[in-house]
């Protein structure tokens, strides 16, 4: 059974830095894109950023320059570096990862901003 499981979150000041990690356990086979996606209270679920099989990245406008993702090929885990984080950017963090022909997410880590 595959399991993701995600640290890293907490409460951060303004302007401070957090670093997400998601590790999948189990037999998860070759996986195609990771990705961390955020929900804010009555908010949509919302992808934040994701990496492909090939390295190649994507950022959503809101996070770009400030947040970078990572992998570890080796260890089926996804990071998530955020720096000058904003009060904006309190979520629960998700991340989730598709293999080719699976989809798997993470129970959410809370990221709590304050100003």
């Known amino acids: 059974q595959v399991q993701l499981v995600e640290s890293g979150g907490g409460l951060v000041q303004a302007g401070g830095s957090l670093r997400l990690s998601c590790a999948a356990s189990?037999?998860?086979?070759?996986?195609?894109?990771m990705g961390w996606y955020r929900q804010a209270p009555g908010k949509q679920r919302e992808l934040v950023a994701s990496?492909?099989?090939?390295?190649?990245?994507y950022y959503a406008d809101t996070v770009k320059d400030r947040f970078t993702i990572s992998k570890d090929n080796a260890k089926n885990t996804v990071y998530l570096q955020m720096n000058s984080l904003k009060p904006e950017d309190t979520a629960v963090f998700f991340c989730?990862?598709?293999?080719?022909?699976?989809?798997?997410w993470g129970q959410g880590t809370q990221v709590t901003v304050s100003s």
């Open positions: 989730r990862i598709n293999t080719y022909g699976k989809v798997y």
């Open positions: 189990g037999s998860i086979g070759s996986i195609n894109v």
């Open positions: 990496i492909t099989s090939t390295s190649n990245t």
